[in-house]
């Protein structure tokens, strides 16, 4: 009997277990809304209009997904200093935008298949692209390393450069614009980013002839640990990836 007791307890301990875990995706249905959440700063992935609307490569893929899903998409601003505390208060449920792939997000969190695989590069003025070419050559006290605040970006800066003075910029959009009024001299972002800015600002801006990226990272989306979610967000975006519509996307947004 005691046994019988025992067995039955257990049972009824591990079920509560289970139905307090979260069902993100049916919660998402039942919902009948998708509600990402985006810094909205970081071009070509996601960036926010002056009148509010959104555009990039993720929200035009998120919107696709919200589609499959059946539900209406809603798009909600953080910012990448509060993106972590957003995610964990449960205000959206996927985070997009150019997401980076690191260890203190995966402790809370799940990632989607890789969207991007990616490194930091510097961008700078072009009279200085064959100047500015390693860590070392940007680590001088006459250099100035401008960061948008709160993510990557700024955390590799003061990782990387003890001598160079660094200047926080409080968006990412407009970082470039520093470099181009001679506020700063330097700012090392991702790759793709650094192709896009310099593509925007011909002649003016380019990147550093760096003989390699100085870091390896990965471009993902970011969402809680829920294994029927993760399955539906790969499936969406694996065969998205693998029959060009993802490149595409990310090309169209590039322009």
Known sequence: MRRCLSALLLAAVAGGVASAQP???????????????????????AVRNPDGSYEGADIDMAKGFAGKLGVRLEIVPTSWAALQGDFDAGKFDIAIGGITVTPDRAAKGDFSVSLLEDGKRPVVRCADKDKFVSIAAIDQPATRVVVNPGAANEAFARANFHQAPITVNPDNITVPDQIVANKADVFVTDGIEVDLIAKRHPGVLCAAAVPAPFTHLTKAWYFPKDDALKQAIDGYLGPAKADGTWAATLEAAMQ
Do not use: N, S, W
């Open 23 to 45: 069902v993100m995706l049916d919660t998402i249905k039942a919902r009948g809304t998708l509600i990402v959440g985006t810094p909205g700063d970081y071009r070509p992935f």
